[in-house]
């Protein structure tokens, strides 16, 4: 059983920056890759992120070039860096397991 828990989340001003945090109880966190996603309203879930177990990166188009993603093997978290956000970054973001476990998400609003 596998418990993801984000934190980070808030409202923050276009061109700010969130820090996203994704903190995993249960064993084999280093073995596994991990990655962020988000749903607006409306919308579809989408991925944001995704880091392989060896720290590989792929980033969404949308998001490329602003969001970094990275992880802690050491104390079994994820993290998402955000800058340079727009109002279009507006979600609930979650992350998850690449073997199917999603935390309860973390709502990140981008307006002035």
């Known amino acids: 059983q596998v418990q993801l828990v984000e934190s980070g989340g808030g409202l923050v001003q276009p061109g700010g920056s969130l820090r996203l945090t994704c903190a995993a109880s249960g064993s084999s966190f280093s073995t596994r890759g991990m990655g962020w996603y988000r749903q607006a309203p409306g919308k579809q879930r989408e991925l944001v992120a995704h880091?392989?177990?060896?720290?590989?990166?792929n980033y969404g188009d949308s998001v490329r070039g602003r969001f970094t993603i990275s992880r802690d093997n050491a104390k079994n978290t994820v993290y998402l860096q955000m800058s340079s956000l727009k109002p279009e970054d507006t979600a609930v973001y979650y992350c998850k397991t690449d073997h199917g476990y999603w935390g309860q998400g973390t709502q990140v609003t981008v307006s002035s």
């Open positions: 880091i392989t177990s060896v720290s590989s990166t």
